[in-house]
Every structure is written in C-alpha cells, then in structure tokens.
C-alpha cells in the first residue's frame, strides 16, 4: 500500500467512527407503558431556519411536545450475520422522556401525498441536524410530502437549548439507551394523529417512511433488523451516508460490523451510500439489491458537501457558526440531493406502486480492493450524475484539508466535505472538444438518468439550465 493510500485509509477510517460517536442506547418491544402525550408548542420554533424556504414552497412548519416513558433493551439470542436479532425490555428500566416533533406540512391539505417522512435527527455534530431532510427537500416540498424530525438523542439538548433558551428547559432526553421506545412512540403518534399534526380537514390514512442521515441511519440499521419486524410501524424507510455498523442497544452493549439487513424485512428499505463511505467501508459495496432492498452508490459524492454543510450552518448554534474552518479546496459541489430524490421517489412508488426501483452498478474496485478512479481522478462506476459523467471537475473525497489551525472541527468539515478541483482547459478539449459537445454529453447523461428513473424531471430540467449557464473555461 502505498503513503497516500495508507494516509487516505487512516483518515477515511477516522471518519467512519466519528459517524458511529455517541451510539449507545437500549431498545423495547413488548409495551406495558403508558401511551405518549402530545401536546401542541406555543409559538413558532426556534430551532430551525428553513421558516422561510417552506414558506415560498407552501409548507409550514411547527413544533410539538410528545412525552412518556421509554424502556431499555437488551439482546436476546444470538446476534448472527443474518440479521434476525431479538431483544429483550430490561425490568425496571422505563424512565420518562419529554421530547419535541418538528412538522413540516404543505398548507393546503389538499396538496399533501398521504406520505410522511419520520426522520431520527441526527446530534453527531452537537446539536439537531435534518439531514435527511436537507438532502430531499426539493422533493419534498414539490410533491407534498410531510416531515417529521423528531428529537431522540440527549446530544440534541445543548443545542436546543443554545437557541432556544428557555423554551426548550422542560426537554428530557434520558440518553441514547432509551430511544428505542421514544422513536416508536413518535412514529405511532404520527400515523395516530396525523389529521392534528398536519392540519388535516378530516382524519385520513398516511404512509410513514424511517428517514435517517450518517449517525442516525446507522442506529436505523439496528432499528430494522430488530424492531420493525415486530412493530410494523413504518411503510418504507429511506437511510442515507450510513457507516457500516449497526448501533448498539446501550452502553454496555457495542456495534455489530458490517451487518446484513434481514432477509424478512416487511417493508421496503432504500439506501444511498455516497463515494466517501464506500471508500473506507468495502462491506457497503456487498449490500445485495433483494425484493426488499435497493442500494445505491453516488460517484463522486462526498459525506457532508457543499450544499449540507451550507444547510447545516443555517441551523446551527451561534458558538458552532463562529468557528467556520477554512479548508484548502472547495468544499465538494456534485448535487447529492438529486440522487437523494430519485431515491425518495422510487420508495414511493415501491411502497404504492409495487414497482422496485432500478438497480445500479456498484463502484469497480482494483485488484486489491481500492476504488478505480480515472484520468480525471473521478471514481469509476456507481450511480453517475451529469456532473461526473460529463465532468468539468474532479470530485474528491478525502483529498482536502483545513488551511487554519488543525482542529476536530475543522478537520471534519474538511475531510468530511470532499473537494472540487476544475480541470483545466486543455484537460476540457481533449475530453469534451468544446463547450457544445460537453452541453451534448451532458443532455444525453440526464436524458438516461430520468429515463432509468435515477433523475426525477424537475432535477434534469434544472441540470439541462444549469449546463446552458455554464461559462467554458478558458
């Protein structure tokens, strides 16, 4: 292995755990607990900064308060590679829990598609992220899809309240053992009292899809191979950047490597993987595509790009915005949120449909394992957007650094946000020739894209204008 593959390695695999940092939480299944409570939040949230995007979209959005008790949970039986684990309540264990649902709705009912995303927001960072709701908003909001994020993990709590102050004191997240349970009760809660939540003329029946990002699709992993079979709660689920691991159920409890999603899932499950996870987690590249699982690899995409990180700083804690790191290159700009789209579609019309989604080539991989890139330093194979299969850039993955200071920060928002390098114009003729048949080659990559069902129409239409806009280097 060469230097630069071993640095690579190393730093890829330092990623990896950060995405896996404060997984430890116990799970339930049997319920002796009392019901949930919902009760509506006074006031407009203050935690979040999208008001305004949902408002030009015709979304609202608001906040709820959801409390009850939550249990812990243990293993039962053996854990094997097939994934069929069983679990166990702790007696003794529930301990109460007040929690907020953060609601995003079209305002006109009649716009609404009868389908709500229920995403586990994610905290690796500090504070609550919607990154799953980031990466499908364009989606989201021209479809009429609902989105729940519900808080489950006690990381989210000093953010909150770094925001929010007082509003958010009476919270009580009793620790990453106990969301099991919190989880279940928001998404019963969800589908219980959707016509409340949503604004609703009349009561009427929704499809409930698990919405998880990197850390949070990671403890829905475990999710699945645990606790949907026995709970049925959800229609489909939507995992995104997930490492390869499943969480663990408490802190006395630890990962599983490398699972395998049960063969009996009783919904269908979508997951997208971008380059910088397949890189560093070979096991992902072995996920097989069966009548209840599509996988996905987006070439060229990086774990928390440009547009992520953009959207991320929106909602973060004064004291997180203040220190923004300077990384030596660009952060990386391919437009993940389109694969992301095509993927939230697709579960769509699998879960009302039946009609499974298409599958994709994996990333080839040289003789020892390495991904293949080519003379442009742009991986080969996987799921190709425009941008890469007609290229004015080379996407990177772990090929940039801060340019200040080294700091955990900075070093994950670097390395984590991948990198764009332009090609130069001597590069551009000999690929392309010249500026028309680069807009030729781009057209003809979406046109396959949309037509495979791997690029919905208003994201083609938007790659087609953005290409007419593009000024040719010179």
């Known amino acids: 292995m060469s230097p630069s593959h071993l640095r690579s390695s190393l730093i890829a695999a330092l990623l990896v755990l950060a995405h896996s940092l404060s997984l430890s939480g116990p799970a339930l299944t049997a319920d002796d607990r009392s019901a949930a409570t919902l009760t509506p939040a006074m006031g407009a949230p203050v935690a979040t900064s999208r008001a305004a995007l949902l408002a030009r979209h015709g979304h609202t959005e608001q906040e709820w308060w959801l409390s009850g008790q939550a249990r812990v949970y243990d293993r039962a039986g053996s854990w094997d590679a097939d994934g069929r684990w069983g679990v166990t309540p702790r007696p003794g264990s529930a301990r109460p829990y007040a929690t907020r649902l953060l609601v995003r709705h ?34 989201l909001l021209r479809e009429g899809y609902a989105w729940v994020g519900v808080s489950v993990q006690a990381e989210a709590l000093p953010g909150l309240r770094a925001l929010g102050g007082s509003r958010y004191e009476a919270l009580n997240l009793p620790g990453d053992a106990h969301a099991w349970d919190l989880y279940a009760d928001a998404a019963e809660t969800v589908r219980r009292q959707a016509a409340r939540l949503l604004e609703l003329p009349a009561p009427r029946p929704v499809r409930l899809v698990g919405l998880g990002y990197s850390q949070s699709a990671v403890f829905l992993t475990t999710w699945l191979n645990v606790f949907e079979p026995a709970r049925r709660l959800f229609d489909g689920f939507l995992l995104h950047g997930a490492a390869p691991a499943a969480a663990p159920l408490h802190g006395d409890d630890s990962h599983v490597y490398a699972p395998r999603l049960r063969a009996d899932l009783p919904v269908p499950v979508m997951q997208v993987q971008t380059e910088m996870e397949v890189a560093v987690s070979w096991p992902l590249s072995r996920t097989p595509d069966t009548h209840r699982v599509r996988y996905w690899e987006v070439a060229g995409a990086a774990h928390l790009d440009a547009d992520v990180h953009a959207q991320t700083h929106t909602v973060a804690p004064p004291a997180w915005r203040a220190k923004e790191p300077r990384c030596l290159k660009p952060l990386n700009t391919l437009p993940l949120r389109h694969a992301d789209a095509a993927a939230l579609h697709a579960l769509r019309r699998w879960m009302t449909e039946g009609v499974a989604p298409a599958i994709v080539p994996r990333m080839a991989r040289g003789p020892i394992g390495f ?92 790659t087609l204008e953005t290409a007419r806009r593009t000024a040719w280097p010179r």
Do not use: M
Not at 116 to 135: A, P, R, S
Not at 395 to 412: D, E
Not at 427 to 437: F, P
């Open 106 to 139: 079209p305002t006109d009912p009649a716009r609404f598609n009868g389908i709500v995303l229920v995403e586990w927001l994610n905290t690796t960072l500090g504070f609550d992220l919607d990154g799953g709701w980031i990466l499908t908003r364009d989606e």
């Open 371 to 462: 991904l293949t890139h080519d003379d442009d330093g742009n991986v080969v194979g996987g799921l190709r957007l425009p941008a890469i299969s007609a290229p004015l850039a080379q996407f990177g993955t772990y090929g940039n650094l801060t340019a200040s200071w080294p700091s955990v920060r900075g070093l994950y928002t670097c390395i984590a946000g991948g990198s764009t390098t332009p090609l130069t114009p001597k590069r551009l003729q000999q690929r392309h020739g010249n500026r028309e048949t680069w807009l030729q080659a781009v057209h003809r990559s979406a046109d396959q894209l949309r037509d495979a069902g791997l690029l919905r129409p208003a994201d083609h239409a938007a």
